[in-house]
């Protein structure tokens, strides 16, 4: 069963820089699509930044030029490292992961699909809170 586990969220002001680390365990068949995602209660979750298998990253207009997706995969580890932090950003931070692979039509595509609001294993969260 794949396991992960957020952590780095904190509370600062506008601005601010903060980097959330995701450590990912239990994955038999690296490497899995990857991805952050972000709710602010009563509001639906969100996509933040995804990272294909293949390293291709994808960011959501909102938060390009800020937030860079990393992985470490000597230490299995999923990181956001958030810059220019703002108000608006404030939300529980979660981590997803999927293996590689869709159905497309009739096809069986053996890619990332990008933002999955399905997504097979998700972690518990951790709060970012940007004071202004």
């Known amino acids: 069963q794949v396991h992960l586990v957020e952590t780095g969220g904190d509370r600062v002001q506008t601005g601010g820089s903060l980097r959330l680390s995701c450590a990912v365990s239990?994955?038999?068949?690296?490497?899995?699509?990857m991805a952050w995602f972000r709710q602010v209660p009563g509001k639906e979750r969100e996509p933040v930044a995804a990272?294909?298998?293949?390293?291709?990253?994808t960011y959501v207009t909102s938060v390009k030029g800020r937030f860079t997706i990393s992985h470490d995969i000597a230490k299995n580890t999923l990181y956001l490292e958030m810059n220019g932090l703002k108000p608006e950003d404030t939300a529980m931070y979660s981590c997803a992961a999927d293996p590689p692979g869709y159905y497309s039509g009739g096809d069986y595509i053996m890619e990332c699909f990008g933002f999955r609001y399905d997504s097979k294993f998700w972690g518990q969260g951790t709060q970012v809170t940007v004071s202004s």
């Open positions: 239990g994955v038999r068949n690296p490497p899995y699509c």
């Open positions: 990272l294909d298998t293949d390293g291709t990253t």
